[in-house]
């Protein structure tokens, strides 16, 4: 292509006879000409490629090598960074309604965390958690300060190891300013930080969080893992709906026993029976009823866990925190078979002996020291 200018001169050196036509590089070489053939506008195109670099000359066929200019960094960089401020508010709105919904309703209720408050004089052992859990029948106006059923649940986070000790109610025990009397009655007398100070200074356990969970909210936690799986002999059978017609006027009954499902009020009409054999039937019952939620939340669907802690964390009054919560949840992915144990147990406790005391009430007897040691035993291995 050739430039007017060099056009127009070399025509008119053609009139003198010295015509020379040559040959020069013109913006219509430009690829970035218009289809018309028309050069673009140069402060335009000036402008447009303001931003860019040059052609990187150092590789051969390379394709052009840009950088923004210095005064574009900033506005750019805001842009991208305000986006992502977008990205990380929405999915923290995602995390915070989540943990709302799951653990909204957990009735927190912190107990002290000195030793001396707890009574504790024992010391433990790191990734064993120790948890007093509490089942408190609100049937009976008399007895709804009283927890009918105690435990310790002792979780190692490690092996994923779960043991559950029941404690009978009516073992005669001190309790700080009462003096000697039933086990229970310190829930009664003290509420949950009474009940676990006594736990710990009588067996020297070094339990420092509680659960309680009245039995007719426990039926929803029941319901809300499907039912239960239970082996029902036909005397239980009867006792479970005669229970029920007492306590659940127009639920339905338990129609069938051997291994079957029970839903929430058929599950806690099961472990109040205590009629046809003993006490220590019946904490082995209440036991069953624990294991039985936990084997049927392993056969939940993950998207179900929600809905289910949802409803556990409504029911249940505790000193565990909602992250304590979520640290013991993954226990639930171990295949474990929770170990059971009872104190006292007559195969154990051999001094063991149940009568009436002075005061009237009827009372378990047995050396609490040695009891102590088996705890320790069971919960440490040792």
């Known amino acids: 292509m050739y430039r007017e200018k060099d056009y127009n001169r070399d025509k008119a050196g053609k009139s003198r006879g010295k015509a020379k036509v040559v040959k020069t590089q013109s913006v219509f070489d430009d690829p970035a000409a218009t289809k018309k053939g028309m050069p673009p506008n140069p402060r335009r195109k000036a402008k447009r490629a303001e931003p860019f670099g040059e052609r990187d000359e150092g590789r051969s066929g390379s394709r052009p090598a840009f950088s923004f200019a210095e005064d574009e960094?900033?506005?750019l960089r805001r842009k991208g960074g305000k986006k992502k401020w977008w990205i990380i508010f929405g999915i923290a709105l995602l995390l915070a309604g989540f943990w709302f919904y799951t653990m909204g309703g957990l009735n927190s209720h912190p107990l002290p965390k000195d030793d001396a408050s707890l009574g504790i004089s024992a010391g433990s052992e790191f990734g064993v958690i120790n948890i007093a859990l509490f089942g408190v029948d609100a049937r009976d106006n008399g007895d709804a300060g009283r927890s009918d059923a105690m435990m310790i649940v002792s979780a190692d986070v490690f092996s994923g190891d779960l043991k559950?000790?029941?404690?009978?109610?009516?073992?005669?025990?001190?309790?700080?300013?009462?003096?000697?009397?039933?086990l229970n009655h310190a829930?009664?007398?003290?509420?949950?930080?009474?009940?676990?100070?006594?736990?710990?200074?009588?067996?020297?356990?070094?339990?420092?969080?509680?659960?309680?969970?009245?039995?007719?909210?426990?039926?929803?936690?029941?319901?809300?893992?499907?039912?239960?799986?239970?082996?029902?002999?036909?005397?239980?059978?009867?006792?479970?709906?005669?229970?029920?017609?007492?306590?659940?006027?127009?639920?339905?009954?338990?129609?069938?026993?051997?291994?079957?499902?029970?839903?929430?009020?058929?599950?806690?009409?099961?472990?109040?029976?205590?009629?046809?054999?003993?006490?220590?039937?019946?904490?082995?019952?209440?036991?069953?009823?624990?294991?039985?939620?936990?084997?049927s939340v392993k056969t939940m669907h993950v998207w179900e866990y929600p809905r289910f802690i949802h409803k556990f964390s409504a029911a249940v009054d505790t000193s565990v925190s909602s992250l304590d919560v979520f640290r013991l949840l993954p226990m639930i992915f171990h295949d474990f078979e929770p170990e059971r144990f009872t104190v006292p147990d007559i195969q154990y406790e051999t001094d063991l002996k149940g009568y009436k005391?002075?005061?009237?009430?009827?009372?378990?007897?047995?050396?609490?020291?040695?009891?102590?040691?088996?705890?320790?035993?069971?919960?440490?291995?040792?």
Do not use: C
């Open 187 to 295: 829930y009664a007398y003290g509420g949950p930080e009474l009940a676990v100070k006594t736990i710990n200074q009588v067996f020297h356990t070094d339990i420092r969080e509680f659960a309680t969970v009245n039995f007719n909210q426990l039926s929803d936690i029941v319901d809300a893992v499907g039912g239960v799986t239970l082996d029902v002999s036909e005397a239980e059978r009867e006792q479970i709906n005669a229970l029920i017609d007492e306590q659940f006027p127009g639920s339905p009954h338990l129609e069938g026993s051997g291994n079957v499902v029970l839903d929430g009020n058929q599950a806690i009409s099961y472990s109040r029976i205590r009629k046809i054999d003993s006490d220590n039937a019946r904490s082995d019952r209440q036991q069953e009823v624990l294991n039985g939620i936990f084997a």
């Open 73 to 75: 960094k900033p506005a």
């Open 164 to 182: 559950m000790i029941s404690l009978l109610r009516d073992s005669k025990v001190p309790v700080e300013g009462h003096g000697e009397t039933k």
């Open 357 to 382: 005391d002075s005061d009237g009430l009827w009372y378990w007897h047995y050396n609490l020291d040695r009891a102590a040691d088996r705890i320790h035993g069971i919960i440490y291995g040792d």
